[in-house]
């Protein structure tokens, strides 16, 4: 500060010394009914939230400030914690009324992105992951941890390969990724939106003497062996950063992490971030939820919980057949017991996210909000116990039915470990009252009969003056004083007032005479005193009776957060399940079958979300058979034909097989998967200096490194960004690597407009044609989106883009190059070429055979017969119907063109 500046108040001093303390976060400091911001960061508040801005006084230079009331303060701190910033709370630490001078403060929590346990920073269904990233170059090996600090479920892996651990922080994508600030991190990840990087002290932080004491503390254990960290320094060091950071943001220790348990990446089918973006597993390519993801098909979950463990599993299905196979039986009786899915769902439809609510509860970061929403909750858990036990059909319900005993494994182990949390409904039912004030200083929480001293307070308050009018009429009585009165002045408070010519009997000796008057007398007795002295503190006794009680309450409900958690767990199951047979039932899907062989077999398999937007009986089904000679599918056809939505289809119909889902095809044999991959279309990388066809390339790469023998690889036109020859070569390239790799046992889709590659399934084992049938008809072109085997037989380019609305000067311009450069490819020095580098490409005019006599010529088919062929009239409805007819007749209906209109 120079010399010319004003001279601060204590308050403000007190203010910048804590905010030297919290310099790049927004400092709210406390002032009576208002959290208040100075300085910079009032002008910062102020534009963020439009607020107005204004200063405290001339005297003091002009200050700006900004506030918000101490009981919305919530609200605002969303916003800006949803915005990036990191805000510090300061609150009073001691009574103003008994403060001697300026009152104690100090921050009591900081919230950031990571860190945030408020609902209106919480995405219900989804898991908001604060993580932890680091390499040690020396040792070659690296740690990631995440951990959803609103659940306190916590996990994560070490790898020797800095790839790996990088390709997994940017699929957990976490809102904050905590960093040692010595290292150099991956440029993905600060280019990456929504992930917000945290640099932290290497020797605070990361060091693993001091991380590995905070994590054995946190758990409560004594040795790493009981978190399976004994071999894993560098996750070790990860997970004691996430624990460091999380108690200096919440200010005390980490009373919600549950136990650790590190990745085991063997029990999971391993997809990567590229792999969620391009199948749309929950955000469509423009970056946005909804309708054309998979998420938006499969959510029908009833709760927060069941919603975030389908998110779990749509992120990491199973990779072995048993939890498959579990979960494909409890979502199979869910099916078939409609009467049990129907009750359940209505059950869960008092279920508010017990997870998150035990946490703030731990944490005494709750609102009496927090606990209706509880009582409501534990309210609903006889109701889900009673659906689950329904007895089949009229029947009256029997002991077994009650036990469980005929539904499936999963669903009757629940039932068996069942913890209805009687006592704790129960407590709470007694407790609350069912309007409960917004904050715990207003009073007002308990039920009458909680508490006796709670209930004479409450008597006080709200019955006061009804007591004092009792105590006048039993001394009138008493004392035989008709005339007796009440009265009441600042001076003396309550008294009772007689006057001089009604004292004609002696006065009672407890009347103590306060004050005398020209023609009365006025008393008090000690239980007029007593009573007043009731009355005037009952108000705040009261409210801090009622805060003691609460805290007394919330102290009962966090120790019993293990039980809370584990009904959490059981009903997220539950929605769970019945969620994937509620989908099956809806779209109209099937029971996969899977087991440990390489095959793979889809019968009229179909892309849930696609079918979604443009209804079942406008889409198409398709078979695919993948086996030992069928192992790399070369698929060929038009853009636009319907190639890259086969290829998504199929591995996501893999994914929905793997979680236990029912799957959109009439038939599914699938051999387990180990690895997903995945190369469809590609963008602009501007910020990390990478082209299109860089990007293409880059992940192309990471496929032929990664792949192995178990995985799944979907392949779209590779090679298209660079010039013909380069981009043929590159995709012939991979396709021969593909063809080879793991004994030739890697399943691949490859579709190409490369119709030069097709030659390759004639000399390769293991790979072969199919293309999207078109049919050519009246000069259009007309889609039927059905995979049929063999090649096809040119690209149709130039008809797509007559279609696409290109101008017919352009379009006929074309087929004039078009009818050229197939011309050139005939000259010998370019067949030479041809032949001696792309055997599929010999197209030498001198050493082909006499062409064989063309056979009779046969009437051409028209293409609605297709059409007719692929429609399952069985599976239509009524306004189904009627819409293809429509479509039928806009494609076919019209009168052919005569030669007049042709020109």
């Known amino acids: 500060m120079s010399e010319n500046a004003p001279r601060l108040t204590p308050m403000y001093r007190q203010y910048l010394e804590i905010k030297k303390e919290y310099p790049d976060a927004l400092l709210f400091y406390r002032m009576g009914d208002f959290y208040e911001l100075f300085f910079d960061d009032a002008e910062t508040a102020a534009r963020e939230l439009q607020l107005a801005l204004t200063s405290r006084s001339r005297d003091e230079g002009g200050v700006p400030m900004c506030g918000v009331p101490w009981h919305s303060a919530e609200t605002y701190i969303s916003q800006l914690v949803e915005k990036g910033f990191k805000v510090a709370v300061c609150d009073q630490m001691e009574d103003p009324k008994q403060a001697r001078g300026l009152v104690k403060r100090g921050v009591t929590r900081v919230v950031t992105g990571g860190t945030a346990l408020d609902d209106a920073n919480l995405e219900a269904k989804a898991h908001t992951y604060l993580g932890a990233f680091c390499w040690d170059e020396a040792a070659g090996a690296g740690g990631f941890a995440w951990l959803d600090v609103s659940t306190g479920a916590w996990t994560g892996l070490q790898s020797s390969r800095e790839e790996e651990l990088r390709q997994w922080a940017l699929k957990m994508a976490p809102r904050e990724l905590l960093v040692p600030d010595r290292d150099e991190v991956p440029l993905s990840f600060s280019t990456t939106p929504g992930i917000q990087l945290v640099r932290l002290p290497y020797r605070s932080h990361f060091e693993l003497p001091q991380a590995k004491e905070r994590v054995l503390a946190a758990q409560h254990v004594q040795e790493a062996a009981a978190l399976g960290l004994e071999k894993s320094p560098q996750l070790m060091q990860a997970c004691g950063a996430l624990i460091a950071y999380l108690e200096q943001m919440q200010k005390q220790d980490p009373a919600q992490l549950a136990p650790f348990r590190p990745l085991e990446k063997g029990r999971y089918l391993i997809l990567d971030e590229i792999t ?43 990779r072995r057949l048993e939890p498959i196979v579990r979960t494909q039986e409890a979502v199979e009786f869910f099916l078939a017991r409609k009467d049990v899915r129907k009750a359940l769902r209505e059950a869960l439809r008092g279920v508010y996210d017990m997870e998150r609510l035990s946490t703030r509860i731990a944490l005494n970061r709750c609102q009496p909000r927090d606990f209706a929403a509880l009582k409501e909750s534990l309210r609903s858990l006889p109701a889900v116990l009673d659906a689950l036990t329904l007895p089949e059909g009229d029947r009256l319900s029997t002991e077994d039915d009650r036990r469980g005993e005929a539904l499936p494994e999963a669903v009757r182990h629940i039932v068996k470990k069942w913890d209805g949390l009687d006592d704790m409904a129960d407590l709470l039912t007694r407790a609350l009252r069912d309007d ?49 009165k009440l009265g009441y002045n600042h001076v003396f408070g309550y008294y009772f007032e007689l006057s001089r010519a009604q004292q004609t009997s002696p006065i009672p000796e407890y009347f103590q005479r306060r004050q005398s008057l020209v023609n009365s007398d006025r008393f008090t007795t000690p239980a007029l005193q007593e009573l007043e002295d009731k009355m005037l503190t009952a108000s705040e006794r009261r409210k801090s009776l009622e805060y003691r009680l609460y805290q007394e309450l919330r102290v009962t409900m966090a120790e019993a957060r293990p039980r809370l958690t584990a009904a959490a767990e059981a009903l997220a199951l539950l929605d769970f399940w019945q969620s994937l047979a509620h989908a099956a039932e809806k779209n109209g899907w099937s029971k996969p079958e899977l087991y440990e062989g390489a095959d793979l077999s889809l019968r009229q398999g179909r892309h849930p979300s696609v079918e979604a937007v443009v209804g079942r009986s406008a889409f198409i089904p398709n078979d695919l058979v993948m086996d030992e000679s069928r192992r790399l599918v070369l698929i060929t056809g038009p853009n636009m034909a319907g190639k890259s939505t086969v290829l998504r289809q199929t591995a996501i119909i893999v994914i929905m097989a793997q979680m236990g889902s029912f799957v959109p095809a009439s038939e599914a044999r699938i051999g387990l998967v180990d690895r997903i991959f995945s190369r469809v279309g590609a963008s602009d990388n501007l910020a990390q200096g990478q082209s299109t066809f860089m990007v293409e390339m880059m992940e192309t ?71 999207i049938a078109i049919r050519e008809w009246n000069g259009d072109i007309v889609f039927l989106r059905r995979l049929i085997p063999g090649p096809a037989d040119r690209s149709y380019g130039i008809e797509v883009a007559r279609l696409a609305g290109v101008p017919s000067s352009v379009v006929q311009r074309a087929r004039e190059i078009l009818s050229q450069l197939e011309a050139a490819r005939g000259k010998a020095r370019v067949a030479k070429l041809e032949a001696a580098v792309l055997p599929g490409l010999d197209i030498r005019p001198a050493s082909r055979p006499e062409p064989a006599p063309a056979p009779a010529p046969r009437a051409e088919e028209h293409p609605l017969l297709d059409a007719l062929r692929a429609v399952d009239p069985d599976a239509m409805t009524p306004m189904e119907a009627l819409k293809l007819l429509s479509d039928w007749k806009t494609l076919w209906g019209r009168p052919p063109a005569s030669p007049e209109n042709k020109k």
């Open 276 to 318: 969620e973006r391009n199948l749309e597993l929950f955000f469509r390519m423009d970056g946005k939820r909804g309708a054309g993801t998979l998420w938006s098909v499969m959510d029908h979950t009833r709760t927060p919980m069941g919603g975030r463990l389908l998110e779990e599993r749509m992120r990491c299905p199973w």
């Open 436 to 484: 409960l004030p917004p904050q715990i200083t207003e009073g007002g929480l308990f039920r009458q009969g909680y508490s006796e001293e709670l209930d004479e307070l409450l008597d006080l308050v709200e019955h006061g003056e009804s007591r004092l009018q009792a105590l006048l009429q039993e001394e009138q009585k008493k004392n035989a004083m008709p005339r007796l």
């Open 701 to 771: 790469a990471r496929i032929l490194r990664q792949a192995g023998r178990r995985s799944l690889v979907i392949l779209d036109e590779i090679g298209r960004g660079t010039s013909t020859f380069d981009g043929l070569a590159l995709a012939w390239a991979v396709v021969e690597e593909l063809s080879r790799r793991a004994g030739g046992g890697i399943r691949t889709l490859f579709a190409t407009h490369y119709h030069e590659l097709t030659g390759l399934a004639n000399t390769l084992p293991g790979v072969c044609n199919m293309n």
